[in-house]
T-cell receptor, first 112, second 112 residues
Framework: KAGVTQTPRYLIKTRGQQVTLSCSPI?????VSWYQQTPGQGLQFLFE???????NKGNFPGRFSGRQFSNSRSEMNVSTLELGDSALYLC???????????FGQGTRLTVV | EDQVTQSPEALRLQEGESSSLNCSYT??????LFWYRQDPGKGPEFLFT???AGEEKEKERLKATLTKKESFLHITAPKPEDSATYLC?????????????FGKGTMLLVSP
């Protein structure tokens, strides 16, 4: 059974650029969540989608956005990149409410 | 606001030296408490889900317990391969579909 797949694994971008990250959940999982992980702040919730609808949003600026497609695949976009956006971005998928979330390997974004 | 606090931040053990990691939480209503293990550069790996006070789960050298205010991850006779960061997260009732609030983790190092 394939796990959560995130692409690309690594990205280097310049300040001011924008970036799109992709996540393919485990087959059958309709819930996808995104998290940002940094050494200082740990794992922080970005947003969550279920059946193409955003169900919850974390405390991040509007430069961070996401969407989910009908096949449950999800993308997140960060516009006007800042140095502080450098982080490991993790995607997780769940089968049901209250069920465990399975994480992908993450996308390591470096903003220079 | 949901909060999760993990202690200690770091723990160094000798192989075979048992210990416990603590996770204190504050939520309006607990849907589930999750333990994950994370190796450097990788996504979190699911370990356990606990749903109600008094519940316990075991897997190899790990045992997780839950009370109304905290959870413990007991590590019995650890081996060097147990070295990792252990993350605790809560899912609160009313916090979206499957949103997780994470603690900052306990970094465990087991020396041979």
């Amino acid at each position: 059974k394939a796990g959560v797949t995130q692409t690309p694994r690594y990205l280097i971008k310049t300040r001011g650029q924008q970036v799109t990250l992709s996540c393919s959940p485990i087959s059958g999982h309709r819930s996808v969540s995104w998290y940002q992980q940094t050494p200082g702040q740990g794992l922080q919730f970005l947003f969550e989608y279920f059946s193409e609808t955003q169900r919850n949003k974390g405390n991040f600026p509007g430069r961070f956005s996401g969407r989910q497609f009908s096949n449950s695949r999800s993308e997140m976009n960060v516009s006007t990149l800042e140095l502080g956006d450098s982080a490991l971005y993790l995607c997780a998928s769940s089968l049901a409410q209250g069920a465990e979330a399975f994480f992908g390997q993450g996308t390591r974004l470096t903003v220079v | 606001e949901d909060q999760v606090t993990q202690s200690p931040e770091a723990l160094r053990l000798q192989e075979g030296e048992s210990s416990s990691l603590n996770c204190s939480y504050t939520v309006s209503g607990l849907r589930g408490l999750f333990w994950y293990r994370q190796d450097p550069g990788k996504g979190p790996e699911f370990l356990f889900t606990l749903y109600s006070a008094g519940e316990e789960k075991e897997k190899e050298r790990l045992k997780a317990t839950l009370t109304k205010k905290e959870s413990f991850l007991h590590i019995t006779a650890p081996k060097p391969e147990d070295s990792a960061t252990y993350l605790c997260a809560v899912q609160a009732v009313g916090s979206g579909y499957s949103t997780l609030t994470f603690g900052k983790g306990t970094m465990l190092l087991v020396s041979p």
